[in-house]
């Protein structure tokens, strides 16, 4: 656990993103504005858009994102739904991060974040409407035990949406990649044994989806728009450094070798 919040852990986050919003001449800071920075896994923005979309949460609800990261699919989902969400997250310094720019988009009251482990989630059964899991389940050896506390925390019939890199055919990836420095800390399950361990833990599944040929078409866009204007002042650089260009590439080679699978799945607690 201390490796991998060691792997993410970098100081300094969200002065680094508002300046870079200001030197880009951008003075609002908003869900939309920030999403450049601020979405840390793949297909970016319009993942967490179909992913809000999928959730179906309004207005009264209370949603629990696990491994919110920095914050952007929390504030994101919160002002286009209208829903409370909370944020949860292993490392200090994203979770110091999202509450400065929840409270810079003026989302503080709406959305809270929490210090705390996925697999021991500080929350009473049946606490929340519906919950997320965006790009973190890689880092999690214990999958059982990861669905197992998304379960519980859930009310009968809330909705939890998991999405994040499978293990493909073709063997594994090259490390580094964004979610960690080497195998060690990569646990990458087949679509097979997630479908399994979903279904262990008691889920019903109702959308089962390889958004790998999306991913495929968002990275073919990128490295076109990377030859004509070069790379973009706003990306996830800001927070996380120049490493993550070359943590990049290496995960966008394993999509392209057939490594990774682009997994986006939606599944139910059952009311009953
Ligand atoms: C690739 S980032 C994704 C962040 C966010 N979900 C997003 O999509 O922008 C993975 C996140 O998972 C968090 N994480 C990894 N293992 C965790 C655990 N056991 N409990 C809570 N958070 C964890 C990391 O700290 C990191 O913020």
């Known amino acids: ?20 919003l200001r030197a880009a001449g951008i003075d609002q800071v908003t869900p939309e504005t920030l999403a450049p920075l601020d979405q840390f896994h793949a297909r970016g923005v319009d993942a967490t858009r179909d992913l809000i979309a999928a959730l179906g949460a309004s207005a009264g609800e209370q949603v629990l994102d696990i491994g919110c990261g920095i914050g952007g699919p929390a504030r994101m989902l919160a002002a286009e739904s209208g829903a409370g969400v ?10 110091a991060a999202a509450r400065t720019l929840n409270h810079a988009a003026g989302l503080g009251d709406r ?86 361990e979903l279904l262990a833990a008691g889920f019903a599944i109702a959308r089962f989806h390889d958004a790998t040929p999306a991913l495929l078409a968002t990275h073919a866009a990128l490295r076109k728009r990377l030859r004509a204007e070069g790379p973009p ?36 607690k059952p009311r009953f």
């Not at 490796?3 to 870079?20: F, K, M, N």
């Not at 909370?86 to 979770?95: I, K, S």
């Not at 009473?124 to 409407?129: E, I, L, P, R």
């Not at 996830?236 to 590439?249: P, S, Y």
Request: glycine share 8%.
């Open 1 to 20: 656990m201390d490796r991998v919040a060691r792997h993410y852990a970098r100081g300094g986050i969200a002065p680094r993103i508002l300046a870079a």
């Open 86 to 95: 909370t944020g949860l997250d292993l490392t200090q310094d994203y979770c």
């Open 111 to 196: 959305v809270t974040v929490v210090r705390g482990d996925a697999l021991a989630l500080p929350f009473a059964d049946g606490t929340f409407d519906a919950a997320t899991c965006q790009y973190v389940a890689m880092n999690i050896a214990d999958k059982a035990l990861l669905y197992a506390e998304a379960r519980r925390v859930l009310r009968p019939g809330g909705a939890f949406a998991l999405s994040g890199f499978a293990a493909g055919s073709a063997g594994a990836p090259t490390y580094p990649t964004p979610w960690a420095e080497t195998a060690a800390t990569s646990f990458l399950a087949t679509p097979a044994a997630t479908r399994a």
């Open 233 to 268: 002042a706003l990306g996830l650089h800001v927070m996380l450094g120049d490493r993550i260009r070359e943590q990049q590439r290496n995960s966008a080679r394993a999509v392209d070798e057939g490594r990774l699978i682009a997994l986006e799945v939606l599944c139910r």
